[in-house]
């Protein structure tokens, strides 16, 4: 496990959610994490896999609770995921679904690895708590496992019934009750961690299936991965500010979060640029016309699904700059493309 790997703040803050719910303090929290509430407020801004294993940790020694780890996975949503989640979706299928996730785990910057495992009955989605610290594993492991089943429910539009919920760990006969009063039951001791979709389920079309948009969704996925996994000391800023510009593709970034992001000042960010002979605004422009020229030429988008996907609230806001990058309307460019 790379602790270092830079990940959203969508977990923290979930984690805060819970740390709310039972009454513990934000500063108690956030100790020793090297986060403050600022950063937490901007929707751009990540921090590193320890860090939000710290908050972790301090959740579970001033809470403590069993099954504190499925109250967590409750706050969890297919818009955690970006880009990702818009393409899991589209998918045909909750199978197609988590066989994208699976595929593009990478995105989802899960800190316990998720892999997928067929059964005559379903499909297993299991977590690997092998790369976790004995005293995080378990909270982990049930987070992970209550959001899978709540990102399972929004992509199904109702309630999903898992056959199964198993966790490797032993439940102390103390704690039994607190797991009974849990949705769905949970078995201990198993040989996995892991979710059982039954085939009934993997196989009803999703309401928001569409097939372009899946695809093209798969193709922005890879293209991503391949940035994030470019080793950035060794490329030149503007190359590392595209990488930076096309991994936050759904959030409008200015230059200030995107120096940040590189550990730079807005200044040195812009006199390196200028170095190279780039300037931020058009590369961002270039950065988000490409890849909004992609999805309206290539998959069955509306202007407002279009527009979620580079960073724009409303359609009525995307249309205005993509009209001045382009100098055309996205119809009209739709119809002359």
Known sequence: MDWRQKRSCSGVRNLLETAKEEGLAIEHCLLGSAIDAAQLAASDSTIEAWQELAVIRNLIQRIGRPSLGFATGRYYHLTSLGLLGFTMLASENLLSAL??????????????????????????????????????SCFVVERGLSGILHIAAELMQREVIPL?????????????????????????????????FANADLECLLPQANHSARHQGEILCGRLIEETQLAPDTLPVTRRVQRILLEHAASLLNAKAVARLLGLSERSLHRHLAEEGQRFRPLNDQIKSRLAQQLLRESKMDLQQVAQCIGYAEAASFCRAFLRWTGQTPGSWKRSA
Do not use: H
């Open 99 to 136: 066989t994208t996730l699976d595929r593009f785990q990478a995105l989802a910057l899960t800190i316990c690895p998720v892999s997928t495992l067929p059964d005559p009955r379903g499909l297993w989605v299991t977590f690997d708590d092998s790369v976790l610290p004995r005293d995080a």
């Open 164 to 196: 199964a919920i198993q966790m490797c760990f032993e439940c102390p006969p103390g704690d039994i009750a607190s797991y009974v009063k849990l949705p769905f039951p949970v078995s201990f001791d198993c040989d996995k961690n892991g979710v059982l």
